[in-house]
Nanobody
Framework: QVQLVESGGGLVQAGGSLRLACLSS????????MGWFRQAPGKDREFVAG???????AYADSMKGRFAISRDSVKNTVYLQMNNLKPYDTAAYYC????????????????WGQGTQVTVSS
């Protein structure tokens, strides 16, 4: 089992930045893909960004150039740096962890955190 705890969400004005963090524990390893997803009220959960065990990354098209995913394997933490935030980025952001070292950055993912809320005001 893997446990994931997200942090770093909050309220920010449009154009601002936030950095989310996801601390993993249990059967975790830098060899596994981890990712970020988000879900806005009334909408389906959507892929934001992912990082594979080899450091390869993937992003949703609308996040390219604004968001950056990184990991610190020593700290078992994955980060999502979000810049130039827009009101439509408002959502609950979830961290995910794969259970197979061959899973690519886009998933599929087996373990999920509880989420952290990001609210962007206009």
């Amino acid at each position: 089992q893997v446990q994931l705890v997200e942090s770093g969400g909050g309220l920010v004005q449009a154009g601002g930045s936030l950095r989310l963090a996801c601390l993993s524990s249990g059967r975790t390893s830098g060899a596994y893909a981890m990712g970020w997803f988000r879900q806005a009220p009334g909408k389906d959960r959507e892929f934001v960004a992912g990082i594979g065990g080899g450091g390869d990354t993937a992003y949703a098209d609308s996040m390219k150039g604004r968001f950056a995913i990184s990991r610190d394997s020593v700290k078992n933490t994955v980060y999502l740096q979000m810049n130039n935030l827009k009101p439509y980025d408002t959502a609950a952001y979830y961290c995910a962890h794969s259970d197979d070292p061959f899973v690519p950055p886009r998933g599929p993912y087996a373990y999920w955190g509880q989420g952290t809320q990001v609210t962007v005001s206009s």
